[in-house]
């Protein structure tokens, strides 16, 4: 077997210094109702007013969790009210002016960058074809990153955090994600169940990770001998990254490929015979999709209307300018722009530092502090509208806009303490780092070697490239890596006793 050397343990780096911090279990909990608990919008994609019995504190024994670089985890145990309440009142103020400003601002970016490359970049100012091609090829990224702040502004509106009226929210989204072929309602829909279920392996609907057993079959082996595996050559995982950044979106939209799988249980039944992959009846296309109810087709179809618009608008510029024109001019950076998209999410759901919980386990203020915010410098905090640096604020409270994002994410860290992540090493750099580094060791998840009681349903990711902790050892013929993890009696008799699995959750 090949051997790498483990990257040595670290502490989980912190935005900011935060001296007054404290770990969460010396924060008293506070238990407190959905009716109790403030509402400063109504928004339909965030779970930052509700709170359930997640909130009841609960300490069985739960063994020695480890993440992956080899740091102790304890699991949260503040409350989503505590995080409420420390943040300032006008951090939930929304402006329609100042949206609208951003949006207009973001068009000029686009618009400008069009004329100055389609007047001037031509051969009458520049003679060189190979230096015209390598300027075209900059504007193609440059508009991706203009065309990612457009996508991310729609992502405002589809949480209600562009204005006070939902009315404008829609309207201006719909148009913005229409044009970057983005069906506006029916990603918002399955987004905002994204948000009130993150962390959450049977209901969570981005970037949901394999585990052990999953990772077997993809790769053809019995579970006992995934930790056995040679390590993935480097050219194996670059291949893997590629095609995951530029068809990702795609297929997310398409065959819900990172998304759960367990559409059995939608509670209209339109998921019976129904599975992501192709042809499996999951999409973000088909009103009938098990992802909706029957009270969102016409959302649905509205959205199939602003694509089909779109496509139309794109069929007739192709037809007038040509196909290659059109390619530079929209098909490539709408790919940078998808590129952008799955990076970001990616790395907000995916390092070695998370835990991913079983659904007995689980908890909203749990699963939203099961994200990690990180830094890209100018790009993220003003071409991307701060959607990288403080999304671990945005799965609290979504309502939240994007302009108040650094304050009220300043403000909860406190509260959070120790469970609060953020990986800002190297700024911009650190953030494309990252995408390899979560790729060599995220591989798939398992609980860890010494977990107990509720403690067996928190995972982290592992891998086989010898890289931080090692995956459990299981012997031929164990079929479920629990049976390779003792439980003490005393744990599991705690555990049995446990409310969080007899916790009352809002359905997706």
Known sequence: ?????????????????????????STPSVSVS????????????????????????????????????????????FTIKQIRDAIPAHCFNRSAVRGLLYVARDLLYLATTFYVFHNFVTPEYIASKPVRAGLWAVYT???????????????????????????????????????????????????????KATGHLER?????????????????????????????????????????????????????VTGHNF??????????????????????????????????????????????????????????????????????PYLWVNHWLVAITYLQHTDPSL??????????????????????????RSLMHGIIE??????????????????ASAAIQPVMGKHYRADVEGGSIGFLRSMWKSARMCQWIEPSAEAQGEGRGVLFFRNHNGLGVPPIKMTKGQTSVLEAIPESPVAAAVAAKSPVGKKVEVAA
């Open 204 to 256: 969570d609907m981005v970037f949901v990770p394999k585990t052990r057993q999953q990772y077997a079959n993809r790769v053809g082996v019995l579970v006992h001998e995934v930790s056995e595996l040679m390590e993935e050559t480097p050219i194996a995982t670059a291949i893997h990254m590629f095609s995951q950044q530029i068809g990702g979106w795609i297929m997310y939209l398409s065959t819900n």
């Open 34 to 77: 959905p009716i109790d608990s403030p509402t400063h919008s109504a928004s339909s994609t965030s779970l930052s007013s509700l709170a359930s019995a997640d909130d009841l504190e609960v300490k069985p024994r739960r063994g020695r969790l480890l993440d992956t670089y080899g740091n102790e985890f304890e699991i949260p145990d």
């Open 141 to 195: 990224v440059l508009q991706g990153l203009f065309g990612t702040g457009i996508w991310v502004l729609a992502h405002e509106c589809g949480h209600q955090a562009f204005s006070s009226s939902k009315v404008l929210n829609d309207t201006v989204g719909w148009v913005l994600h229409s044009s970057l072929l983005v069906p506006y309602f029916s990603w918002k829909i399955s987004h905002g169940k994204h948000h």
């Open 355 to 380: 835990p991913h919980y079983e659904a007995d386990t689980w908890t909203f203020t749990r699963g939203a502090a099961a994200t990690i915010d990180r830094e890209f410098g100018f790009i993220g």
């Open 263 to 332: 559409h059995e249980r939608q509670r209209e039944g339109r998921g019976k015979g129904k599975s992501n992959g192709y042809f499996g009846g999951v999409n973000h296309f088909n009103p009938h999709s098990p992802l909706y109810e029957a009270k969102d087709e016409k959302l649905i179809l509205l959205s199939d209307l602003g694509l089909a618009i779109m496509g139309g608008i794109l069929f007739l510029l192709g037809q007038k300018f040509g196909w290659s024109n059109m390619a530079v001019w929209y098909f490539v």
């Open 1 to 25: 077997m090949a051997t790498t050397t483990a990257l040595p343990k670290k502490t989980v780096l912190q935005r900011s210094i935060t001296t007054e911090s404290v770990p969460s279990s």
């Open 390 to 407: 403080t999304h671990v604020l945005h799965h609290y409270i979504s309502t939240i806009p994007f302009y108040h994002a650094d304050e």
